[in-house]
Every structure is written in structure tokens, then in C-alpha cells.
């Protein structure tokens, strides 16, 4: 499993001579993908709409083909399942994302969560624990809701 996710990474992320520097970028990105994975597990029944709506997030923001995204969700889902808390991955986010880059992410969870147009209590429980945990203000964490709701109720995903 560990080498197929490196495989993945030297091959479609990595720059031959960059390799090492994009190390922290790599892990930041496959742990954002996780905690967008991990949206569509919030629900007794996940809905497609929120797995199709991570792959377009995963394509918008890391700027990869279908292929692409598939492979670090594939990275993502198992390194997710292995997780044990969240911390894990916003520790990594923290290191490598810039406050800006941590509201859009915020905002991408709202999204996923919104996918599917109704928000349950546990989605709204892992944006704001997400949220807690890489520092977004909470003024941020509700726009981003609001935006993400209004979005969905006029059918703007």
C-alpha cells in the first residue's frame, strides 16, 4: 500500500528535480482528500452526489485529471481508514497550508456536505471539529456554511 501511494506521487505530482520539496505539499494534499472522504462517511447511507462532489473538489483545487484524482482518493480512502482521529491529518494541513488554503478547505467541506442539499447533525460536527482543529475563525467557518448552503438551494454546486 505505502508503495503504491509513493508510486503515485513520483509519478503524477513530482517534478524530477523538486521531489523533496514537494514531499509536504503531496502529504497536505492526500490528507485534505482524506478529510473530504471522510465527509461522505458522515451519513448513515452516503449519497453518490458527495463521492462525485469530492472527485470535482480533488480535480478544481489540485488541478488533475480524472485519473489523477481518483488515485490519491484511492491513497486517501486508505490511509482514512486507518486513521484512528483528524488530528493526524490537520496536524500535516497546519504545517503546509496557508490560512487562505485552510478556508478553502473549510468551504470544500461545506460543499460535500451540502452535496446532497440538507445537512446532517454529523456534518456539521466534522466541519467544525476540521475547522477547530487547523484555526479558520469561526467567521470564516460561517460564511463558508452560508455560501455553501445557499449554493445548494439554488442548485449553483
Known amino acids: 500500500m505505502l508503495n503504491s501511494i509513493r508510486t503515485f ?5 513530482s517534478k524530477p528535480g523538486d521531489r523533496s ?32 462532489t469530492v472527485v470535482a473538489l480533488v480535480r478544481e483545487c489540485f488541478g488533475m485529471t480524472y485519473s489523477q484524482a481518483e488515485a490519491l482518493l ?4 486508505a490511509e482514512r ?10 496536524s500535516l494541513i497546519n504545517e503546509h497550508y496557508t490560512p487562505e488554503d485552510k478556508a ?15 445537512l446532517g447533525r454529523y456534518e456539521e460536527y ?11 475563525p469561526h467567521n470564516v467557518f460561517i460564511q463558508a456554511k452560508l455560501a455553501a448552503e445557499q449554493a445548494a438551494t439554488s442548485g449553483a454546486q
Open 9 to 13: 506521487f513520483n509519478t503524477h505530482l
Open 21 to 52: 520539496a514537494a514531499d509536504g505539499e503531496q502529504v497536505a494534499r492526500r490528507a485534505a482528500a482524506a478529510l473530504l472522504l471522510e465527509m461522505t462517511h458522515m451519513e448513515d447511507e452516503p449519497q453518490a452526489i458527495e463521492r462525485q
Open 74 to 77: 484511492g491513497c486517501a480512502e
Open 81 to 90: 481508514n486507518g486513521s484512528t482521529d483528524y488530528f493526524q491529518f490537520t
Open 104 to 118: 478553502c478547505l473549510v468551504a470544500a467541506l461545506w460543499r460535500v456536505a451540502f452535496a446532497d442539499e440538507r
Open 126 to 136: 466534522l466541519v467544525r471539529k476540521v475547522s477547530d482543529l487547523l484555526y479558520v
